[in-house]
């Protein structure tokens, strides 16, 4: 037991460095970063941050990331449940072919999508939405949500649909009410894993959006400048992504924590 | 477990196919067009039927680029796979030190590539990066920049902190799944730890080692951002992977034909090799469930 806490130990310090580092850096004046090593800024300084939550440019990019991350973790989970339910508890003509035709769609190189998707959504007169971005990014959300949720729903067992049933239960009713809290876990999770997805993802984000929906990944780049890196405000910029993720978690965590409710159903 | 056979449960399923679909069929349908045809605009198109695929296949680019991304995913899997396992064991099982290391743990998975790429760019220099200061410390030359090697590790080490959170997350996700009931009934009939890991934990926790296996060999075969902000597909064309090599082709020459021809042969592999594992693993499954 202690050398497992030793080993966790040691991983975190490992995990966590590279983050103190970005932390350090966005506290500090691009002359500290660039005249040499400090373990601590010198004169700390929130420069950097005043500079991204004072500009409409900047603080704008993650109200959008906000807005069709939020849009897509809930159309995922909303289409992928009663389809993980499907897949868990039916037999049905090519269910396992959808299962894994579902998972190929995880497969396909974003580079090369970039210019269909482009012309479907401008097709559509769906360009730089935020709903352009969400739908996008169900391309490899759905497909997620469904495998795992299939998991976790695997795990609940049948007798507990069959007893609903028989007490007189609706199948939304038994559903909604009992269904959905049983795998409250596995939601949580899922929800995690599409928030992560779609808020991380950059190729798809910058591609489908101009202006008004310009996702915060995509504003960082502007810290290239002819003057080179604004090592600061970029190593700022990075430190805000870090913080709605860092949110989620925790609320999800217990979901987490507390695993199946199986043997006290 | 018995499953009822019901075509009806097509209806539940109908929502996910149809969003998939337009996502992705339409997409998939263009570049195959581009594929097959030399296109210069809607109206003028020839076809050229196998050529650019035979043009792509005799490339020694290609060639380099593909065996690179295969031991690049090759030793991503066994790197992350054993230790995300390990970690999810040694975390704590409740009480806040587990939420704490939950939140500390699910932190890189959190951050958008690019800054992930950002952040390693920066640590592991020699000069202004605290990473690449200690190694240098030690008394190891190493500058990521101009050393192949060193490029490689950089790029491999990242991923491992990037990525190997999200097999513990799910290890752990499974593990607290498993009730209290097996570890008393195996406490009582005297099982070793390691007894436990085999005979209990391993079996309960396939489901989601499937999908972690899955998803760390598609992700770090279609790596992109990381490498690319770090080293730029450098020194040389060390760290050209695949997808690097496939963006060089369709974005930056405009090859658009090579480029789909790419990208159907990328999709088969990854296609392959996924059904692959799906079945050796599906088929492992129930063989110790038996």
């Known amino acids: 037991m202690k050398g497992r806490s030793v080993a966790l130990i040691i991983y975190f310090v490992f995990l966590l460095l590279p983050i103190y580092w970005l932390v350090n850096m966005s506290l500090k004046t691009n002359q500290e970063i660039l005249s040499g090593l400090t373990l601590f800024p010198r004169e700390p300084t929130l420069a950097n941050f005043q500079t991204i939550l004072t500009d409409p440019s900047w603080y704008m990019g993650y109200v959008n990331s906000l807005i069709y991350v939020v849009m897509n973790t809930v159309i995922s989970l909303s289409v992928a449940l009663p389809a993980a339910y499907a897949f868990s508890r039916f037999r049905f003509i090519g269910d396992k072919h959808v299962f894994f035709w579902l998972l190929t769609n995880r497969m396909a190189p974003p580079a090369v999508f970039l210019l269909p998707f482009f012309q479907l959504y401008q097709a559509l007169g769906l360009f730089d939405t935020h709903i352009a971005v969400a739908l996008a990014h169900c391309l490899f959300n759905v497909p997620l949500a469904v495998w795992i949720l299939e998991g976790f729903m695997s795990g609940v067992p049948k007798e507990i649909d069959e007893t609903a049933y028989i007490d007189g239960y609706s199948f939304p009713r038994f559903f909604v009410r009992i269904f959905l809290p049983l795998i409250k876990a596995g939601i949580g999770v899922t929800a995690f894993f599409c928030f992560m997805f779609s808020w991380v993802e950059l190729l798809l984000a910058r591609t489908l959006t101009a202006t008004n929906a310009k996702p915060i990944a995509s504003t960082m780049t502007r810290t290239v400048s002819a003057a080179g890196m604004d090592w600061g405000l970029l190593a700022a910029a990075g430190v805000l992504t870090i913080v709605p993720g860092a949110l989620v978690i925790w609320f999800v965590r217990n979901y987490m924590a507390k695993g199946f409710a199986l043997g006290r159903v | ?290």
């Open chain 2, 1 to 290: 477990m018995d499953k009822i056979e019901n075509n009806k449960a097509w209806f539940l399923v109908l929502p996910v196919f149809v969003i998939v679909a337009i996502s992705a069929i339409i997409p998939l349908m263009t570049v195959v067009n581009y594929a097959f045809q030399d296109i210069f605009s809607p109206q003028d198109r020839y076809w050229v039927g196998t050529e650019w695929f035979e043009s792509v296949l005799a490339d020694d680019d290609l060639h380099g680029a593909l065996i690179r991304q295969f031991v690049f995913s090759f030793v991503i899997l066994l790197v992350e796979i054993p230790l995300g396992i390990a970690l999810a064991l040694a975390m704590p099982a409740r009480g806040w030190r587990a939420s704490l290391a939950l939140v500390l743990m699910a932190l890189p998975l959190l951050i958008p590539w690019n800054v992930v790429g950002t952040i390693w760019q920066v640590f592991a220099r020699a000069d202004i990066g605290l990473g690449g200061w200690l190694v240098n410390a030690l008394g190891i030359p190493y500058n990521y920049t101009n050393d192949p090697v060193a490029a490689w590790l950089t790029i491999v080490v990242m991923d491992v902190w990037h990525w190997t959170p999200l097999v513990v997350l799910l290890c752990y996700a499974g593990l607290r799944a498993i009730p209290d009931a097996y570890y008393q009934a195996a406490a009582i009939d005297g099982a070793s730890a390691w007894k436990v890991f085999r005979y209990i934990e391993l079996p309960k926790m396939r489901g989601v080692l499937l999908i972690a296996v899955l998803l760390r060999f598609m992700d770090s075969f279609m790596i992109y951002t990381e490498p690319f902000v770090v080293t730029g597909g450098g020194p040389g064309n060390a760290t050209t992977f695949l997808s690097i090599h496939l963006t060089k082709i369709a974005i930056g020459q405009m090859d658009l034909g090579p480029a789909a021809a790419i990208s159907i042969i990328y999709f088969l592999i990854i296609l392959t090799l996924s059904f692959v594992f799906y079945n050796v693993m599906t088929r492992m499954g129930t063989g110790e469930r038996a």
